[in-house]
């Protein structure tokens, strides 16, 4: 049996060395559509942030875009926004999502059915959901502020008070998201093997103890997962504010994708064309450190 | 199954196809096929129906489809996009004045300066669809609109209030509103669009103190925030907003609240164009009676006037396959018919820019207000989009701001120069 095993194990090896069976033309419909679809697309983009582009022609400009862009008056106010945002909308997931999966791996009643229920606003078009809250958020006729008004309480303007308004909608996306963070950490919570459990009940530790010294500690990978998604998302985010507030009121909710938008639909393609550089690299500088940190931490485990 | 005989059915096949396709090319010649772009809002359709309908009755052998689209910059931008991938629709309607100089109109549009129908189009329209090479290239769609405020006849009436010719008058006028408990003024800032209509509508009188304002604006010397006449428009909004006269969901509110408001007396005045007499007389017919309208008034009674705005034109893209039959459709639309049309469809709610073309007896008060400013001793002029190509794109945004107490007049008004100075650059005009 062994001696097959190395056989087995050994002819692939000269295999390696010869050609391959399959024609390098096989890559070609996949470098097609990637090169069409995203390399071109790319390249063209970073030429087209440099000139002044009305769709019909293009002048040269240089950098006159991004400096442009960099001094837009709600620029620095869309960036704090934008990682408020993020910050607000990962946290709560994490918090939310990880006290909803315990709960829902315990042995609750209809604990599938509960399960269902938290994932399904996950699988709601977010523009769905947005137009829904907005309506439900209606200072005067939304439906929760005629609940609140019931209890005598008098409900804020959710949307139309300039420092609620990127609250609210970051209520709703936690809301919407929730549910794939949940569903992460069911998966994270269920991997972890029953002795730790077992150990801990004979060293007599209490349900919150199991929760702090074993849970959490061993759902790291899931934690890593839900923050990273999260947080990308947060960044990017832009159906649901502009679904709901536009930016608005104002200027108050603006993103930098919301800015950036709203530059592509005055016409300013260039323009927009360099705030999207510049979002691709704010990403990219906020989340690779982020990831490297988390996977470090997971590493020295 | 041989090679052969798979290939004899393919064969037989494509001949099906071929005889399939000649057959539909012939049905294709008897009657052409029209597509018509038009913004979307329950109004507008009403109309673009009503013209269809009665163009198809009197042109059997074409078949219009009506395509509609958002308005306001999403709808700028979906006309730009379309135009520069060639897959515009066969007509299409879209803004004259600053909206139509920034979709290229040499480019794109077809020149329509030698149609016969031209010659009965007023010549104040034919100056906002003219490109800059002296060609006209539309044809106007829908009535001359007033930019000022509806008021509510019935509150009017029961305070025994009185149409105001100055600023002055019109905050008293607020003022005993509020007091007897009801809504001043109603704002509707759940489409940000309608907050502009302060600033934009106040250009009558800003006009009124310097008649050079447009050409200094176009060419970089005056500004908002700093020429006292042009900065009163965001002045009004603030004072407005400050003394308390808003509806109290201002923030969330639509147009389609508004034209509720004002028709069904929740509210004695609303700041809109006249085009939303239409949408009012589909809508609440039963209040129509209720709506009147004025100017807004400026510092001084006597240099009262209206800001008017140029209706909409039609326009062929030069991608047509079908330019005829597209041809033909402007020209009834610029016709003494298809003013009928539009007049039965929405109702009246302005003059007409084609020569010959008259408003029936029983027009909506609104609409009744308006014509002193057109008649003899009236004053109008035009919006400030119809005298400059630059219009900033972030006003609405501004307006919203100042409207609801978040900036103050001249903080907005020096914010929106610099909106004003970025449109510029990107229209590449000189001087900036």
Known sequence: MTQAGTAELATPVPTLKRRSPYPGWFFLPAAIIYGVLFLVPTVASLYFSLTRWTLFNSTFIGFDNFAQFLREPFLIKGLINTVLYAVITSSLKVILGLLLAVLLTSQVAARGYLRSVVFFPVLVSTVGVGITFTVLMHPTNGMINEGLALLGIKGPGWLTNPNLALFSVALVDVWKGVGLATVIYIAGIVAIPKDYYEAARIDGATKLQNFFYVTLPLCRPATVTVITLSFIGGLRTFDLIWAMTKGGPGFASDTVASVIYKQYQSGFYGLSTAGNVVLFVLIAVLVVPLTMLLNRKEGHQ | ?432
């Open chain 2, 1 to 432: 199954m041989t090679k052969t005989s798979r290939r004899t059915a393919l064969a037989g096949l494509s001949a099906g196809l071929l005889a399939m396709t000649a057959l539909t090319g012939a049905a294709f010649a008897q009657s052409i096929n029209l597509t018509y772009l038009i913004p979307s809002g329950a109004d507008g359709v009403a109309v673009a129906e009503e013209l269809v309908k009665s163009f198809e009755a009197a042109n059997p052998d074409i078949n219009i489809d009506i395509e509609t689209r958002p308005g306001g910059s999403e709808g700028d931008n979906l006309v730009k996009t379309r135009l520069a991938t060639g897959t515009m629709a066969d007509v299409f309607r879209y803004n004259s004045g600053s909206l139509f100089q920034a979709i290229n109109p040499q480019q794109f549009l077809v020149d329509l300066t030698n149609e016969p129908w031209q010659a009965d189009v007023q010549a104040s329209f034919k100056q906002v669809v003219t490109a800059p090479d002296g060609t006209v290239r539309g044809a106007p769609m829908g009535a001359a609109m007033g930019g000022g405020i509806y008021y509510n006849r019935d509150i009017y009436e029961e305070l025994g209030l009185s149409v105001p010719t100055t600023w002055a008058e019109f905050m008293a006028n607020n003022e005993k509103i509020k007091a007897a408990g009801k809504v001043a003024v109603i704002q509707t800032y759940g489409d940000t669009w309608t907050s502009q209509l302060f600033v934009l509508a106040d250009y009558f009188n800003v006009s009124a103190k310097d008649p050079n304002f447009a050409s200094r604006y176009t060419a970089n010397e005056a500004k908002f925030a700093t020429d006292a006449a042009a900065l009163r428009g965001f002045e009004k909004l603030q004072e407005s907003f400050e003394a308390g006269f808003f509806n109290e969901d201002f923030g969330a509110a639509k147009y389609d609240d508004g034209i509720r408001m004002i028709s069904a007396g929740e509210g004695a005045h609303y700041p809109m164009l006249t085009f939303a007499t239409t949408a009012i007389a589909a809508t609440y017919p039963e209040n129509i009676a209720n709506v009147g309208f004025f100017a807004q008034p400026g510092d001084d009674a006597a240099l009262n006037g209206l800001t008017v705005w140029m209706p909409d034109g039609l326009y062929i893209p030069q991608t047509t396959a079908n330019m005829d039959a597209a041809k033909k459709f402007v020209a009834f639309v610029a016709s003494v018919e298809g003013c009928d049309a539009q007049t039965r469809a929405g109702g009246a709610s302005g003059p007409y820019l084609v020569n010959g073309c008259t408003l029936p007896a029983d027009v909506p008060p609104a609409v009744t207000d308006m014509l002193p400013y057109f008649a003899e001793g009236g004053q109008n002029g035009p919006a400030l989009e119809f005298l400059s190509p630059i219009k900033g794109p972030a006003l609405e945004q501004i307006t919203v701001e100042v409207g609801s107490g978040i900036r103050p007049a001249a903080d907005g008004a020096a914010l929106y120069d610099e909106d004003v100075r970025k449109q510029a650059q990107q229209l590449g005009l000189p001087g900036w």
